[in-house]
């Protein structure tokens, strides 16, 4: 019994540093950058981070009897599921189902990386006890933060460390949703570590001129405060999507999408992939074919030399995009039921839940807005799965 309770703690232990290091990692770039795109060395690194997970949780399976993995609602593993067989489908419905398995030369986050999120989501609820992971995300989440936020002011250094995502819209997605957790960590603390914090976060994305992230870190700072009013909980998801909604109305009014010199704005490829989903509704392009279905449409103008777009800049239409409006529904649906199972948990009340919904608000917004990394996707895809257990833990 002792030998197997000491396996147990060793073993638990090592995981401990695997997620950290894992976390932390994300923000690091590996290999030759100019043979190795800053994407793909960090899905490399995500792939293996998660395996290295997967190993400890067989571990655990093996070493402790009766091991049990945590049930999960009918509900969200039906929608999981149907949205991985709808992913698989449309994969290979679509224009290049090699290139939806392995993602494009430039990012790699084709289906194989965005199935191993789904699954780091799911390891990190099986994995650590609430009361491990409370300390561990945040702790980890604040190391990475501090690291991105010392690069972004001091580019030197974050050259010399390999810091970084080589794009600084994508940097602040990242600095913008690890901000609540970071914010949770200080709770206990002086209220001034708060709102260091958010200043600091304020500051680095306005020095970076990501406005998206600038717009979503403001926008959080509602959020936050309408959490804390029982009676106004419900404004959160509303103003979410106003805001969603009104900065799409702008921004299709302020830039001129018939002029040709405007070849890589937002409204233009709203517009066009806009069209590339009339074209396969059902199912469409295959997941991480945005290019082909961007070079498919024609219009407003003719253009010579367009520029290369591989992601749609928004994720629900990214989704509508590559898995047709059938993906898109089922992934909506798998968002909602998690909100509205922790709008109706008792536990929405603590701040550990308030953090992990804000966070996962945050990013549905800023995903919204810009391009997102794999960190920032595997930041969210945790929340989500410690978000399945608020209703019962």
Avoid at 113 to 122: D, E, K, N, V
Avoid at 280 to 301: K, L, Q, T, Y
């Amino acid at each position: 019994m002792r030998l197997q309770m000491k396996k147990t703690l060793i073993l638990r232990q090592i995981l401990w540093v695997i997620f950290g290091l894992g976390l932390i990692g994300l923000v690091f770039s590996f290999g030759d950058l100019s043979r190795v795109g800053y994407e793909v060395s960090k899905t490399f690194w995500l792939k293996w981070w998660v395996r290295l997970l997967v190993l400890g949780l067989w571990g655990y399976i093996f070493i402790i009897p009766n091991f049990n993995l945590k049930p999960i609602k009918k509900k969200i593993s039906l929608s999981l599921g149907l949205l991985i067989a709808v992913t698989l489908i449309s994969a290979a419905a679509g224009v290049n189902w090699q290139q939806s398995l392995w993602g494009n030369y430039y990012r790699g986050d084709g289906l194989m990386t965005w199935w191993h999120l789904i699954i780091l989501g799911l390891a990190g609820r099986w994995l650590f006890p609430q009361k491990e992971i409370k300390k561990l995300l945040p702790v980890s989440l604040f190391m990475s933060w501090s690291l991105l936020v010392i690069g972004s002011w001091w580019p030197e250094i974050g050259h010399l460390w390999q810091l970084g995502f080589g794009n600084p819209n994508i940097a602040a997605g990242f600095i913008v949703v690890c901000t609540p957790l970071i914010i949770f960590l200080a709770r206990e603390r002086f209220l001034i570590l708060k709102i260091a914090v958010f200043i600091i976060s304020m500051m680095t994305v306005v020095y970076l001129q990501a406005w998206g992230a600038v717009a979503s870190l403001g926008l959080g700072l509602v959020m936050f405060w309408l959490l804390k009013q029982p009676r106004l909980r419900h404004w959160v998801v509303i103003l979410l999507l106003l805001s969603w909604v009104g900065g799409i109305v702008c921004l299709m009014n302020i830039v001129p999408v018939g002029n040709s010199q405007f070849t890589e704005s937002r409204v233009r490829i709203y517009h066009k992939l806009s069209r590339a989903v009339i074209r396969r509704p059902v199912f469409g392009w295959g997941f991480a074919n945005v290019d082909m279905a961007f070079e498919s449409i024609d219009w407003p103008v003719a253009v010579t030399q367009d520029v290369y777009i591989d992601k749609a800049h928004a994720w629900f239409l990214e989704m509508a995009v590559t898995t047709g409006l059938l993906g898109l529904g089922i992934y909506l649906f798998l968002l909602g039921n998690i909100y509205t199972q922790t709008m109706a948990s008792a536990k929405i009340n603590h701040p550990w839940t308030q953090a992990l919904l804000l966070t996962f608000l945050i990013y549905i917004f800023h995903s919204q807005t810009n391009v997102t990394s794999v960190a920032e996707d595997a930041v969210f895809w945790i929340c989500l799965g410690l978000l399945i257990d608020i209703r019962n833990s």
